[in-house]
């Protein structure tokens, strides 16, 4: 019925917790270690969606050397 979650299972507000964090700390490695390959954005701001893990990589270096 249901699954059991394995103890050190990270939640959703954990997960998204280290996300921002990662951003204000513009730490790439735990950015790039978090986004899935497939990693796919649309954020309603840009002429269509991030897609990939490189792209989205690409935009955090730009971001962060500003």
Do not use: C, Q
């Amino acid at each position: 019925m249901f699954k059991t979650r394995s103890p050190d299972a990270e939640t959703p507000l954990i997960a998204v917790h280290r996300w921002w964090t990662a951003w204000e700390r513009k730490d790439l490695d735990l950015i790039g270690a978090m986004a899935l390959e497939d990693y796919i954005e649309f954020t309603g701001n840009s002429d269509g969606p991030r897609l990939g893990r490189a792209a989205l990589l690409e935009v955090a270096r730009r971001a962060f050397a500003r």
